[in-house]
């Protein structure tokens, strides 16, 4: 077998199998005569075909290995350790949290921590402490889910207490508020975006430093960013800016988080726009600022979808999840509906396409939600400072 380099100028490559096979196939002829029969059922095919199996795996793992070096295409732990040489992270797994909970029962009754309380669909929540019901037959306590993630618990949802934590003496619970949810650790997919999204972190003044520090931010989604570097008010791209400002709409983060990551990267005497007003204090100086910048509005947006379908699997199902993948930027190498961004119906389609190859798409068409829809196969203008969202109910499938 002529050698082979699994590592070039363009990138890492794999020979076909059908290549590997037929030089293995060439050495063993060298090696015991031309006419030596090579066919997979002899004994020599069989010790071939195995052999070739062996290259190939080889191949793969160093192959496997060198993309690793690549942070498009990393995973795991290499990805992680390429991130972290520009201050990146990865997000872990959290728990859904319901604060205030409101237990009632018998003065006196000691609930320890641990107590379990399951919501009406049997997600299972525990006490983060112990707390002793009070004179007044009551006692205010939080709760956490006990598997981590987005585990939901709407308002007096969380009532039904499970009976091996049970204790005597404590009669109800309710949660007057909704659960704040956890999350999961962030895929790979999300970690590759997120990465080119926040390379100039580590920079500061330019716009592209404002904007990975935001995005770096906890809980930060997307944004869109503005800039007017002239000394009069200016309206770009239908958004009003005062004069040496910037303007930053974001989505996700808390007021204050976000605040504190626009004060750290601007440049000094740069004035801010928005709606959301927040007194960040500069560390350098002491100096108290009041960071301005905007929330999103979001905009629900109907799809409706035609597709002819196949055995393999349910089109309805798999049209739908590839869609709200696609919207909620989980695909690699897509960003989804951010802060700003069209709906695209090719791009839809082609989210279709690559989470169920099985499935053809013949027409897709967006809309906004209104009370007589219109629905185009034209992308669907979202304004800076709007963000589109798409929820299952608003997803229509037609199956031909």
């Known amino acids: 077998m002529a050698e082979y380099n699994y590592i070039e100028n363009t990138g890492t490559i794999l020979p076909d199998t059908s290549e590997v096979l037929t030089g293995v196939q060439q050495e063993y002829k060298e090696a015991f005569g031309a006419d030596l029969p090579v066919t997979p059922e002899t004994p020599q095919g069989v010790l071939i075909t195995s052999e070739t199996l062996s290259r190939m795996s080889v191949l793969r793992n160093n192959a496997s290995l060198a993309n690793q070096i690549n942070p498009n295409l990393a995973g795991g732990l290499f990805l992680d350790a390429i991130w972290a040489l520009t201050g990146g992270q990865r997000s872990g797994t959290g728990v859904s949290r319901v604060l205030g909970v409101i237990l009632t029962g018998s003065p006196g009754t000691l609930v320890p921590s641990g107590t379990q309380v399951a919501t009406t669909v049997g997600d299972v929540f525990r006490s983060t402490f112990a707390v002793v019901i009070g004179a007044g ?32 003496g404590l009669d109800t619970v309710t949660n007057p508020t909704a659960a704040v949810l956890g999350s999961l650790a962030q895929s790979d997919a999300s ?22 520090e935001v ?16 000394n009069v008010p200016v309206v770009i791209d239908g958004i009003p800016l005062v004069a040496h400002s910037i303007w930053v709409c974001v989505n996700g983060g808390t007021d204050f988080d976000v ?23 500069e560390p350098a ?41 696609y919207a909620a930027g989980n695909m ?68 031909l």
């Open 332 to 399: 690699d190498g897509e960003n989804g509906l951010q802060v700003g961004t069209d709906v695209s119906p090719f791009e839809l389609s082609a989210a279709v396409n690559a989470f169920a190859p099985g499935i053809f798409v013949t027409k897709m068409e967006v809309a906004y939600d209104a009370m007589v829809p219109v629905y185009l196969t034209d992308t669907l203008p979202i304004a800076l400072n709007e963000i589109a969202s798409v929820i299952e109910a608003n997803i229509q499938v037609i199956v």
């Open 215 to 230: 995005r770096s931010v906890a809980g930060v989604q997307s944004l869109s960013f503005r800039e007017n570097k002239s």
């Open 259 to 281: 605040a504190t990551a626009i004060l750290s990267k601007k440049s000094g005497g740069c004035n801010y726009n928005g709606a959301v007003s927040v007194p960040v204090v």
């Open 191 to 212: 970690v590759r975006t997120e990465r080119r999204q926040t390379l100039a972190k580590q920079g500061s003044s330019l716009a592209e430093a404002v904007m990975s």
């Open 285 to 325: 100086s002491g100096q108290i600022y009041n960071v301005d910048f905007d929330r999103p509005t979001p905009i629900p947006v109907l799809v409706r979808a035609t597709v002819k379908g196949t055995a393999l699997v349910d089109p309805i199902a798999a049209t739908k999840q590839a869609i709200l993948d």
């Open 137 to 168: 037959g009551t006692a205010t306590i939080d709760f956490e889910s006990v598997v981590a993630g987005p585990i939901p618990a709407t308002p007096n949802d969380l009532t039904n207490i499970v009976a091996a934590t049970a204790v005597l």
